[in-house]
């Protein structure tokens, strides 16, 4: 057991269609990341939340919109997305200490999207 | 700029050795881990290297030279459940940047 939760693990929606990731992090982090994982490309974050405060990824679109309610719940919410934002989606979390540096990212299994 | 690379592919046999390598160019540096992702699962944590040298962890040992920009992952006793993508990121304050990844198939 990882310790990350993701819901759903499998996704599949049109392009006019709204829907929300979720990820739970059981582990007591207080850092918790989105990342986009497509065919034969990097790992790409797409945004942070770290000590009560957001990081984006500036080249990540407005159709994708996080939420972060607490330190152990970490949602996207997707709108009009496009077929080219079919891709895995991992949730990862770690510590992130006042003085700097971060600790072992901990990932989710993922959710596998298809946007038709 | 930043930049991460490692070879697409290798192959090896069961029970051999193999050396994934990975060079980067980053703006900052505070260590350099490795994961490890079986097809359609999370990457799952290797290894950490932040001081130059060699961290040994049962058959899997990972080096780190700063001044070189140069890692390497060392897989001893090959086993088929190894085969897998094997993922070399680059820490910096707050985030991660990952090469794409090496996938490693281990025939018998």
């Known amino acids: 057991e990882t310790g990350v939760t993701q819901t759903p693990r499998h996704l599949v929606m049109g392009m006019t269609n709204k829907k929300s990731l979720k990820c739970e992090q059981h582990l007591g982090h207080n850092a918790m990341y989105w990342y986009k994982q497509s065919a034969k490309k990097p790992l790409e974050l797409m945004f942070v939340y770290s000590l009560e405060e957001r990081v984006e990824n500036n080249s990540v679109p407005s159709r994708f919109s996080p939420e972060c309610p607490n330190s152990s719940h970490l949602f996207l919410h997707l709108h009009t997305l496009q077929p080219e934002d079919s891709a895995l989606y991992l949730c990862a979390s770690s510590q992130v200490y006042q003085a700097g540096g971060v600790d072992t990212q901990y990932f989710g299994p993922g959710t596998r999207l298809t946007v038709l | 700029g930043q930049n991460i690379d490692q070879p697409t592919e290798m192959t090896a046999t069961e029970g051999a050795i193999v050396q994934i390598n990975c060079t980067y160019q980053?703006?900052?540096?505070?260590?350099l881990f490795w994961y490890q992702q079986h097809a359609g699962e999370a990457p799952t944590f290797l290894s950490y290297?932040?001081?130059?040298g060699l961290e040994e962890k049962g058959r899997f040992s990972s080096f780190l030279s700063r001044s070189k920009g140069y890692s390497y992952l060392l897989l001893k006793e090959l086993q088929m459940k190894d085969s897998a993508s094997y993922l070399c990121a680059v820490r910096g304050f707050q985030k991660l940047v990952f090469g794409t990844g090496t996938r490693l198939l281990v025939s018998p």
């Open positions: 980053t703006s900052g540096f505070n260590g």
């Open positions: 290297n932040v001081l130059d």
